[in-house]
Nanobody, 127 residues
Framework: QVQLVESGGGLVQAGGSLRLSCATS????????MGWFRQAPGKEREIVAA????????YYATSVKGRFGISRDNVKNTLYLQMNNLKPGDTAVYYC????????????????????WGQGTQVTVSS
């Protein structure tokens, strides 16, 4: 059974860093885009970053561009999100997700384009 399991969340002071990981039980994501989303209390889920299945093409939300980095290791079957210079506004539950399209070059940027989701990991940034 394919699963996505996030880890690496926690409490950090503003300006600090965290690295989130998303492990898959098998790399069904190989050749598929992967993404990180977040949802803060009372707010809608929003995309943070996404990466194509091949070629390493990336997308970042404007709010995190220059601070976050998405990457994937297809040998370790793991997706990463390096978060630097964290701000209180980054506080949210972070989810990794797999694109539903098998087209490897796509970078889906909306939630409806993803069909498999992890359980989420909490990131809290204190001021």
């Amino acid at each position: 059974q394919v699963q996505l399991v996030e880890s690496g969340g926690g409490l950090v002071q503003a300006g600090g860093s965290l690295r989130l990981s998303c492990a898959t039980s098998r790399m069904t994501s190989s050749g598929r885009g992967m993404g990180w989303f977040r949802q803060a209390p009372g707010k809608e889920r929003e995309i943070v970053a996404a990466i194509s299945g091949i070629g390493g093409r990336t997308y970042y939300a404007t709010s995190v561009k220059g601070r976050f980095g998405i990457s994937r290791d297809n040998v370790k079957n793991t997706l990463y999100l390096q978060m630097n210079n964290l701000k209180p506004g980054d506080t949210a539950v972070y989810y990794c997700a797999r694109a539903n399209s098998p087209v490897p070059g796509l970078i889906p940027t909306t939630g409806r384009e993803y069909d498999l989701w992890g359980q989420g990991t909490q990131v809290t940034v204190s001021s």
